[in-house]
Nanobody
Framework: QVQLAESGGGSVQAGGSLRLSCATS????????LGWFREVSGREREAVAL???????RKYADSVRGRFTIFRDSKATLYLQLNRLKPEDTSIYYC??????????????????????WGQGTQVTVSS
């Protein structure tokens, strides 16, 4: 069974950096698209960054491209490096997994549809 657990959230001033981690279990191959999402306007979620199962391709939301980086150092841990943070980046951040090696462009646009596995979330707060 796939399980995900985020850590690394916190409070920073605008312009600062954080690194979020997502410990995964139950993912024993490269057949999962992994991603980071955040809450917007209540309970809706938007995709922030996605990475293919083999780590070769990454996709980013326009709002974070050039500031955030998604990467994985092994099959067990997923990361999101957040640089040049802005107050509007304040949110709860979730990691998620979708069965399927490739992350498609539509996965950035569909707010998490198709992602079956989710972590509990970690709070990021950016003050101005």
């Amino acid at each position: 069974q796939v399980q995900l657990a985020e850590s690394g959230g916190g409070s920073v001033q605008a312009g600062g950096s954080l690194r979020l981690s997502c410990a995964t279990s139950g993912i024993t191959d490269d057949l999962y698209c992994l991603g980071w999402f955040r809450e917007v306007s209540g309970r809706e979620r938007e995709a922030v960054a996605l990475i293919d199962g083999d780590g070769r391709s990454r996709k980013y939301a326009d709002s974070v491209r050039g500031r955030f980086t998604i990467f994985r150092d092994s099959k067990a841990t997923l990361y999101l490096q957040l640089n040049r943070l802005k107050p509007e980046d304040t949110s709860i951040y979730y990691c998620a997994a979708l069965q399927g090696r490739l992350c498609w462009r539509r996965h950035l646009e569909e707010g998490g549809a198709g992602f079956s596995y989710w972590g509990q979330g970690t709070q990021v707060t950016v003050s101005s």
